[in-house]
């Protein structure tokens, strides 16, 4: 009598322990497609609002009626391709660029960018304004925004 109790609590234990084997890995099946990431390539073109070593700044858009720019961030990939120019000093704010740029989507959002090939197109048209009075500034490891001394700003 006990043996047959025992025989049926271990018959119990081990359908509970494959069920519950089966749930799991169904759950882990869901969550792997849902944290699924996507690499697209990117390009854009414009004027270098900002530049430094392992950033750049486009304005990609602008309405001069309402005075305002569409602008983009992005950082600079360790093994970005320059054409046109041999080094990142050689660009500076005004200059027109065309940047690709690669950029990680998961679930839909953007998590990351980073500029892979920047195009030098030319230098910054005489007369042309910025409208951009902040630059990027990386501090503690995130880009935040602050003003630019006057003598700075691209005119």
Known sequence: M????????????????????????????????????????????????????????????????????????LPIAKDVNLEHVKSLHQIEAGDRVKVQYEEVQEGGKVIERKAKVITFLGPARKGEKLLEYLKPVEKGGTMVWEEREKSKVAW
């Open 2 to 73: 006990i043996m047959q109790i025992i025989k049926k609590i271990t018959q119990i234990g081990l359908i509970t322990v494959l069920i519950l084997g089966f749930v799991g890995y169904g759950f882990a099946q869901e969550k792997g497609k849902l944290v699924s990431q996507k690499t697209v390539m990117k390009e854009i073109q414009g004027k270098v609002s900002a530049i430094s070593n392992n950033f750049i700044a486009v304005v990609y858009a602008e309405n001069k009626e309402k005075g305002s720019e569409e602008e983009i961030a």
